[in-house]
């Protein structure tokens, strides 16, 4: 299909969406909290309560889910098949018998599917893997136990689309390049692929989550290393005049302003994945991430501190035997950044319980329940207490205290 075709088919999918869920206006004006019989939501009212005074003529989606943000979020990730599958009452049931409160859930995943089938006529059919049968039915049922929902987004490491459209991808010798572990990625200059993405966000956040997370929001890694034997269109930042790897600081922080801005009228909160060494120097620009002009654009910025993906920092030698020193020396540093900021977003790092058996030699260090309420503590004792915990499976240790204690 061409790219003409593409975008007719994808616009066709957006009117139909949009004829099918009519925006709401909301107004600052409402003392009574309704406007046409929809109350007005948690966020709004947190709103009034604070005395900020919403825009006179705001219109706002209102996916008719009610939600309350959580004291603190504290979350755990679940894949698309955990969720759509048996093991979603598992995860449910930790979830609701401890301190967690919150899921983020795969609703677009790492090779460029997304995790729930689209009407037939949508543009997105075809890269849909239905792990998820009825994802409204799902949040309903996170609603009713009080379960916050955070869709997640991956965004520009995408096989799928990169295999069906080349041409905003990267190639080398006329083919697609993939990087070591076969993975393909599309090109942040590209605004065709801004829009492909922001319309499976808005497609969540119709369905009812309450918060977009945005991740793999940057260039592949060593980009700056092989730039110059990849061939890819730089898009409108091509005549700029900046070096290259400003361009692509820029790309990915326009990207993130983007989203912030095309999800504003569906009360849902934007956060962004972000790599834990990128709060630490001035800028990552051979990915395109700067710290600081990405939190400027975000509610929630969630750092991945794991400490297996250190190397010797912080002055530690083996990070992943000192989770605690790690997240530790890293909310220091974090925190740091984040008071020179303006606005400032909530931050919610995404830390460890998963072992890492490619770091050692001999005996890998094992993570359980010591390990995890290490790192919650290092990162209460720092005054963060949000945060989510990351396995890959879906299988987390049992008996961890998730508590937030200084």
Not at 59 to 85: E, K, M, N
Not at 286 to 302: A, C, E, L, T, Y
């Amino acid at each position: 299909m061409g790219k003409k075709q593409l975008l007719l088919k994808l616009f066709a999918g957006i009117l139909l969406v949009a004829c099918a869920f009519p925006l709401h206006s909301v107004s600052a004006e409402d003392e009574e909290g309704t406007k046409k019989g929809h109350q007005l939501s948690t966020k709004q009212l947190a709103l009034k309560e604070r005395n900020i005074p919403e825009p006179a003529a705001r219109f706002v989606y209102d996916s008719g889910l009610d939600f309350t943000y959580p004291d603190a979020v504290r979350g755990i990730y679940v894949t698309g098949p955990s969720a759509g599958g048996q093991k979603m009452a598992e995860l449910t049931n930790l979830v609701e018998t401890t301190d967690l409160n919150a899921m983020v859930i795969d609703i677009k995943e790492d090779h460029g599917n997304i995790t729930f089938k689209p009407d037939e006529d949508s543009p997105f059919a075809e890269i849909a893997e239905p792990y998820i049968d009825d994802p409204r039915k799902m949040l309903e049922e996170l609603e009713s136990k009080g379960i916050y929902p955070i869709a997640r987004v991956v965004v520009f490491k995408d096989t799928m689309l990169a295999e069906k459209r080349p041409d905003l991808s990267y190639t080398q010798n006329g083919e697609v390049w993939v990087n070591g572990r076969g993975e393909a990625f599309v090109n942040p200059f590209m605004k065709e692929v801004w829009e492909y993405n922001l319309e499976i966000a808005k497609m969540a956040a119709e369905f009812g989550f309450e918060e977009i997370q945005f991740d793999y929001v940057r260039f592949p890694e060593g980009f700056g290393n092989r730039d110059d034997i990849l061939t890819y269109n730089q898009g409108e930042y091509e005549d700029l005049e900046m070096e290259d790897v400003q361009k692509r600081v820029k790309a990915v922080t326009d990207f993130v302003a983007f989203a912030k801005e095309e999800l504003s009228s569906y009360d849902v909160d934007v956060s962004v994945d972000i790599f834990g060494y990128s709060a630490t120097i001035t800028e990552a620009p051979n990915i395109g991430q700067n710290f600081s002009k990405i939190s400027s654009h975000v509610d929630v910025i969630s750092s991945m501190i794991y400490p297996s993906h250190w190397g010797p920092y912080f002055g530690i030698s083996k990070p992943d035997a000192e989770p605690y020193r790690l997240v530790s020396e890293y909310a220091k540093v974090e925190n740091e950044v984040l008071s020179k900021l303006e606005n400032s977003p909530t931050s919610r790092p995404w830390i460890q319980d998963f072992e890492a058996p490619w770091l050692y030699s001999g005996p890998t260090k094992q993570y359980g329940k010591a390990e995890v309420e290490a790192q919650i503590r290092a990162l209460a004792e720092n005054g963060i207490d949000e945060y989510l915990i990351w396995n890959a499976v879906n299988s987390y240790s049992p008996n961890v205290d998730y508590t937030p204690t200084n």
